[in-house]
């Protein structure tokens, strides 16, 4: 055998081990409760014995997976359950290095998605490894971070060897050759990146397709920018700031809200517009009136037959005139009121219900041919929590009456379009977004465009995987309440 191969494997395999995020510490309380402190917020993670207080300190520094195995030396269950516990809440990272706590990291794991725990599925000197399309690294203020939009969690990388290493992967290489290398991380490493998608099998010579090899048809229509922005513009598979953080102010000076003018001599259109308000589109008047809701008046809630009214005029799709019909459709083919990228009418509406008088509360999803509202069975707490993260991202007192996720089935676009797929469903979505406010404008309701999402919690509560289906837009409504919030 290669005597670099040889050192290969008799190297000791890296130590994963998991240690509190920054910036999260512990406190243990007289009667035995421990709390969670970060970011100005604290959570209990349950009431434990005096053994476990004890232990706190060394999740600071790192206590090995190795030792929360059950029959392993000093493992303890109520341990295992803190651990367990702090990492569904994602307030722990996980260190990847040599025995011991010292120096020889190779990299740090941070999760991305709740409930993350490092796996290592079993991986032999046969397989055949190659990098994921969707992987990339960058640079993360003084730190290198791998990633992917597939991944439950990114590596920031403490040892520069790894950089080399992971770009090689770039063609498809079998493990028993990769244990050759004089600085080969480990067959751990190897099946962490493998468990988060960052790496892949392959066939020894390279599938003839890879796209097609990695993943199912629904992932291998995504091209790589589409599927980041998506994950990353959502909630639910990264843990980056989102919102109004204003992470300029004080740095670069806001821009003014008028744009000012060119130097060219001003047009002014006052002077030929017609001064009878008769002329005015009925459709002008409702842009005017457009405005967004953010309380609602839970006294009168909006009724099934109001709902079903909205939905019909904003949504439903219908024959359209042959006079109407583009060259591309027959005259006879269902259509929304809305236009959309190459007809392909890839938006579905889902009804979170929280009031509605004739309407059970729910999941509901909204079938626009038939014109009908069908059920989907997930818990009462779901369904909750959902309304209440909608009325946080409002800024509103209470969760709204009723919440539509607009989601979007990616192949319906992907599958014909390169490159501007995931661009053409953002402008479908803002024309459906403008149509549901004028029609709730023009039904006396009241309604609110909500620019968060969390594709996550969307995916566990319809079990349909992410990159098929998934939430790109919110809009609330129901009956509004007098309120200074609107615009």
Known sequence: MHASGMKSQRRAAPVISARLSAGVRLEAQANGAILACFGGDTVSMGTF???????????????????????????????????RRLAGHGLLEYRIGSPGNGTGSLAVIEPQVPGYWPQTPHLSDGDTLVLSRFAYMRRRGTEMVLESPCA???????????????????????IKQLRRQEDFPGLEFLALLADCQIVFKTGIAGESNLRLAEGDHSLALWDFHDLLFHTHST????????????????????????????????????TVLDPDPGAVPPVAKLLRERHSTRNFDDRQPITLAELSRFLDGAARALPRPESAAGAERRPSEPVPPYPSGGASYALELYLAVNLCEGLAPGLYHYNSHAHALVPIEVPANDVKALLMRAADAMGAPAAPQILITIAARFGRVSWKYSSVAYSLILKDVGVLTQTLYLMASGMGLGG?????????QFARMTGVEYQAEGPVGQFAIGRGAISRASD
């Open 49 to 83: 014995g005096a053994a476990v207080a004890d232990r706190t300190q060394e999740l600071a520094a790192g206590l090995p997976l190795s030792s929360l195995t059950p029959g392993s030396p000093n493992f303890n269950k109520e341990i295992e359950l803190l651990v």
């Open 152 to 174: 439950g969690a990114l590596f920031r990388i403490v040892d520069p060897k790894l950089v080399s290493f992971v770009a090689a992967l770039s063609m498809p290489q079998q």
């Open 235 to 270: 909630e639910g598979r990264h843990t980056n700031a989102m919102g109004g953080t204003y992470a300029h102010n004080g740095v670069i000076p806001p821009l003014p809200a008028v744009r000012p003018s060119w130097p060219g001599k001003a047009i002014d259109l006052c």
């Open 448 to 456: 609110c465009a909500i620019g968060l999402a969390n594709i996550f």
